[in-house]
């Protein structure tokens, strides 16, 4: 079992940058390729990124291209998602995940959660 907790989310102005991290527990994620996902009010799950086991291939939707960034660190079993020129369409509760398979379609573990939202 892994066992995520996301953390650092909050209230940020339009252009603005916000940092949120994923702590794993449980297992390393060293062996997980990492996934970032997020939920507006009204809206589906959607994805942002993923993040290979090495931390070496990353892939994002095309909304964020550019702006966000995913990274992590296995020693310390913490991943990231920078994100910066944040627009208020980036509102949302941001939820990392982990899997076996790197851009897994189905996620196997999942974090509760953290609030995001862009003031304009």
């Known amino acids: 079992q892994v066992q995520l907790v996301e953390s650092g989310g909050g209230l940020v102005q339009a252009g603005g940058s916000l940092r949120v991290s994923c702590a794993a527990s449980?297992?390393?994620?060293?062996?997980?390729?990492m996934g970032w996902f997020r939920q507006a009010p009204g809206k589906e799950r959607e994805l942002v990124g993923g993040i290979s086991w090495s931390g070496r291939s990353t892939y994002y939707a095309d909304s964020v291209k550019g702006r966000f960034t995913i990274s992590k660190d296995n020693a310390k079993n913490l991943v990231y998602l920078q994100m910066n020129s944040l627009k208020p369409e980036d509102t949302a509760v941001y939820y990392c995940?982990?899997?076996?398979?790197?851009?897994?379609?189905?996620?196997?573990?999942w974090g509760q959660g953290t609030q995001v939202t862009v003031s304009s």
């Open positions: 449980g297992r390393s994620i060293s062996n997980y390729a």
């Open positions: 995940a982990a899997d076996r398979q790197y851009g897994s379609s189905s996620y196997k573990y």
